[in-house]
């Protein structure tokens, strides 16, 4: 069974930082698209990174520069490395994967992945 697992949620103050972790069991091989997504009250639920299988990251503009994404294939595990976080960056963030790249109209990638497991999520508090 398919099972995504985020920690490393906590409150801190702005500026600080957080590292969150996902970990991934069940797979047969580490799943190509692995991003996180985060939610906060009242706001739809937003792409925040994506990690695809071999490197490719891609970002939202407002974490661009203060969060970095990656993944440990040997231990199958996500990471969000959240620096200078701010304010706006409360949400609950939510782990998801979609084992295998899309077609894109181009290239296979993770730009039109179909994200169907999902994790708990773990809850990021910023405080002024």
């Known amino acids: 069974q398919v099972q995504l697992v985020e920690s490393g949620g906590g409150s801190v103050q702005a500026g600080g930082s957080l590292r969150l972790s996902c970990a991934a069991s069940?797979?047969?091989?580490?799943?190509?698209?692995m991003a996180w997504f985060r939610q906060a009250p009242g706001k739809e639920r937003e792409n925040v990174a994506v990690?695809?299988?071999?490197?490719?990251?891609t970002y939202q503009d407002s974490v661009k520069g203060r969060f970095t994404i990656s993944g440990d294939n040997a231990k199958n595990t996500l990471y969000l490395q959240m620096n200078s976080l701010k304010v706006e960056d409360t949400a609950m963030y939510y782990c998801?994967?979609?084992?295998?790249?899309?077609?894109?109209?181009?290239?296979?990638?993770?730009?039109?992945?179909?994200?169907?497991?999902w994790g708990q999520g773990t809850q990021v508090t910023v405080s002024s």
């Open positions: 998801a994967a979609d084992p295998a790249p899309r077609w894109d109209g181009t290239t296979w990638s993770c730009k039109s992945a179909d994200y169907k497991n």
């Open positions: 069940g797979y047969t091989y580490s799943p190509y698209c």
């Open positions: 990690f695809a299988r071999g490197g490719t990251t």
